[in-house]
């Protein structure tokens, strides 16, 4: 099956949030103030905003054409989940 990028991120969001609905299903068997839900979530916001950074990264070395007509869009998502990634990093040492 051949993906352009486009539907490259639109699975990507589909599978993130796929697994963001199954969490109540995955942690239905622990007690209602159990953490296990929370970190699942949260797992979930860093695998999304992870893999965002990553498909943005690599779009222009699979797809060259694509990029030189959509980098604008590219970069934007690139510049803004780089962000994110830069400020939990920065976050997380500084705890």
């Given at each position: 099956m051949k993906f352009n990028p486009f539907q490259l991120y639109f699975l990507w969001v589909v599978i993130c949030v796929g697994f963001w609905l199954l969490i109540p299903v995955i942690?239905?068997?622990y007690d209602s103030s159990a953490?296990?839900?929370f970190a699942l979530k949260t797992y979930t916001m860093v695998s999304f905003i992870c893999g965002l950074f990553i498909i943005s990264v690599f779009l222009p070395f699979r797809f060259k054409d694509w990029f030189?007509?959509?980098?604008l869009f590219n970069c934007?998502?690139?510049l803004i989940t780089?962000?994110?990634?830069?400020f939990f990093a920065i976050k997380v040492i500084s705890l």
């Open positions: 942690g239905g068997n953490q296990v839900p030189k007509k959509y980098w934007f998502i690139c780089g962000i994110v990634i830069v």
